[in-house]
Each structure stands twice: as structure tokens, then as C-alpha cells.
């Protein structure tokens, strides 16, 4: 079983629309949570970094951690075609000097 | 503020040649991973160095190796190519170990 499991997808939404991206983790050791977006053929970019269970809000980007469930969600409001993109979580043990990535959720957008 | 350069962007190896690949992080920045990324197999991490000390090393052959240099640039070298090691390699540094990780562009190697 993988360490980290993210909703296969793909999605496909109206713009405007609410989405929720998903992933689970086994190992306890995870300490702090990301989300990527990658657009096709470039490197992911860093939407949100999270240490403590909760909610953080950036702009139309909500991140949700529950340590307890071992469980990360990326919500993202209002959305629109330029989020058409695939969305990575990830989990970092830093004391292992290691993160692990999800195996990323592709989503579109439709105007 | 300049962010993480990976050259060459693109490459074209034949099997069984070798390829160097080099990263240069965010000013500051003293901690480099790489990733290894193909459709098949999502993001593979390959190794993380902090300070020119490897901290740890992903499930790869030996063929696969990097280092860090004391400006914080890192390399990685990938030995005797095999068609299978056609992806796009990522490189991603932080400032710490604790901080946040911000990705290169990639380099794109392609093994024939």
C-alpha cells in the first residue's frame, strides 16, 4: 500500500463551480502537508504548506489537515479554466529528509 | 528574486551513455531534492541533500547519484541510460528543512 493516496480522478467541472481534491496517508511521521499545481510540461508550484491540523485559506485555495484521519483536502472556489491543471499533495517527514508525493488529480475546468 | 534553475531544459541520450544534470536553487536556499517524474509512476524521489550532506536517498539503482556543492548547487548523474530512465527530472530546494520546497522547470531526458 502507497504512503500517500490521492484521488484518482480525473474531474471535470463547470467553471464557477466548488471543487475538492483528496488524500489519504499512513505514516504518522508526515509532519507538514502541500498542494502543487503542475500545468502540462512544467515543474509544480506551490499553492499552500500546512503544518497543524485545520483550515488555511489563501485567496480561492482553502487546505484542510486532519492528522487525526490522516487526511488532506484542497478545496478551490469560484473556479476557472486557468485551474485547469493537476493538483499534487504532498507530505514531508522532515526528520527523514523526505517527501512523499500523491500520484496527482488532473483537473478541467470548462468555461 | 530568481527561483530554481535546472539546465539543460531538454536532452536527447542514447542507451548507455551517462547524463549530468544540474540545479541551481533559490539564493539561500541550503537544501536541494530531485525528482524523478513519468505518467506511469507519478513524482519518484531520487535524494535530498541539506549542506552538501546527502539526508536521504529514494528506492533507485546505483546508476542514479547526486551531490551538493558548497554553494548549494547539485548535480545528479544518471550512468549506463536505459530507455526506461526517459522522464522529467525535477529539482526543488527550501531553505531549511522545514521550509517550503519550490520546484524547478525540469529537465526533460529522453533515452533512444
Known amino acids: 500500500q502507497k504512503e500517500v493516496e490521492q484521488d484518482p480522478g480525473p474531474l471535470s467541472v463547470p467553471e464557477g463551480a466548488i471543487v475538492s481534491l483528496n488524500c489519504t496517508y499512513s505514516?504518522?511521521?508526515?509532519?507538514?502537508f502541500m498542494w502543487y499545481r503542475q500545468y502540462s510540461r512544467k515543474g509544480p508550484e506551490l499553492l499552500m504548506y500546512t503544518y497543524s491540523s485545520g483550515n488555511k485559506e489563501d485567496g480561492r485555495f482553502t487546505a484542510q489537515v486532519d492528522k487525526s484521519s490522516k487526511y488532506i483536502s484542497l478545496f478551490i472556489r469560484d473556479s476557472q479554466p486557468s485551474d485547469s491543471a493537476t493538483y499534487l499533495c504532498a507530505m514531508r517527514d522532515t526528520n527523514a529528509g523526505k517527501s512523499t508525493f500523491g500520484d496527482g488529480t488532473t483537473l478541467t475546468v470548462k468555461p | 528574486k530568481a527561483g530554481v534553475t535546472q539546465t539543460p531544459r531538454y536532452l536527447i541520450k542514447t542507451r548507455g551513455q551517462q547524463v549530468t544534470l544540474s540545479c541551481s536553487p533559490i539564493?539561500?536556499?541550503?537544501?536541494v531534492s530531485w525528482y524523478q517524474q513519468t505518467p506511469g509512476q507519478g513524482l519518484q524521489f531520487l535524494f535530498e541533500y541539506f549542506s552538501e550532506t546527502q539526508r536521504n536517498k529514494g528506492n533507485f539503482p546505483g546508476r542514479f547519484s547526486g551531490r551538493q556543492f558548497s554553494n548549494s548547487r547539485s548535480e545528479m548523474n544518471v550512468s549506463t541510460l536505459e530507455l526506461g530512465d526517459s522522464a522529467l527530472y525535477l529539482c526543488?530546494?527550501?531553505?531549511?528543512?522545514?521550509?517550503?520546497?519550490?520546484f524547478g522547470q525540469g529537465t526533460r531526458l529522453t533515452v533512444v
Open positions: 539564493s539561500g536556499h541550503r537544501s
Open positions: 505514516n504518522s511521521a508526515f509532519q507538514y
Open positions: 526543488a530546494s527550501r531553505q531549511t528543512e522545514n521550509t517550503e520546497a519550490f
